[in-house]
């Protein structure tokens, strides 16, 4: 049996019921994969629907033994390695990610998709509910940060449903929640992305100043519109920020 580590940030899902309901959020796809496979959960019903497009990963060698000796999984879908380190592109698109995410890591995984959003279209996954409601925050909320804007940019985000501390082994002290990210085939793009994230970042770690203030570290002051400059970056919709960076960056590139 696979015993939670500490370390790793572990906390199993035991109840089947909301594991059912998770896995029937996750689309059919070319690739399906599962971030973080612990005692199998989720495995179990993705591998019953999906058999050989779902691929697991685990940094867990204990996780991958039992996924292989207790649910029959073939070792060839088994991947014994940290999610973080994978090269998407070696696997055929679409690619749908579905996992319970380390609460640790949650962060940097979801920065990992945002990397690969060209090939990663649909995400069903469960994550501390506090994250969850960052990332599905909108303007004018105190939650609404980089993630809210960034993943907000290039994804659909749906907040499905929290999860009780209790069906976790061992209990996590927060709640879960289940939420899910549909790439946005259609919508606005930055003129240059690098910019776009670089801005987005500096608003929000200066979150209590003004634009003027918050962006001057990467803008001259004088470049910043009148109609944002006076704003606080959680006054800004996506779609403002969108318009912002465009302006900044094509101010920036004439200068040049």
Do not use: W
Not at 6 to 13: A, V
Not at 87 to 111: D, R, T
Not at 140 to 148: R, V
Not at 187 to 204: D, T, W
């Amino acid at each position: 049996m696979v015993k939670p580590k500490k370390y790793l940030g572990q906390h199993f899902l035991h109840d089947r019921n909301i594991a059912q309901k998770i896995v029937q959020l996750l689309k059919p796809a070319k690739t399906i994969i599962e971030v973080g496979s612990g005692t199998g959960a989720l495995s179990t019903i993705l591998f019953q629907l999906y058999k050989e497009k779902v691929l697991f990963f685990d940094i867990d060698a204990e996780s991958i033994e039992f996924l292989h000796e207790q649910i029959q999984i073939p070792t060839s879908q088994l991947y014994l390695q940290d999610f973080l380190t994978v090269n998407l592109n070696e696997f055929i698109a679409p690619i749908h990610i579905i996992g319970n995410f380390p609460y640790n890591i949650s962060s940097s995984l979801l920065f990992k998709i945002l990397e690969n959003k060209h090939l990663v279209s649909q995400v069903v996954c469960m994550l501390q509910k506090e994250v969850a409601q960052r990332i599905c925050a909108k303007e004018g909320n105190k939650m609404y940060g980089i993630l809210s804007v960034l993943i907000q940019t290039y994804y659909d985000v749906l907040y499905h449903f929290q999860v009780n501390e209790s069906v976790f082994v061992p209990p996590p002290k927060v709640k879960s929640a289940v939420i899910e990210l549909r790439y946005k085939n259609d919508a606005p793009v930055p003129l240059n992305e690098e910019f776009f994230f670089a801005m987005v970042k500096a608003s929000f770690n200066k979150r209590r100043k003004i634009l003027s203030n918050s962006l001057s570290d990467i803008i001259d002051k004088k470049y910043i519109p009148e109609k944002y400059a006076t704003k606080r970056p959680e006054m800004l919709s996506v779609s403002e920020f969108l318009d912002l960076s465009n302006q900044l960056y094509l101010k920036i590139r004439t200068k040049s």
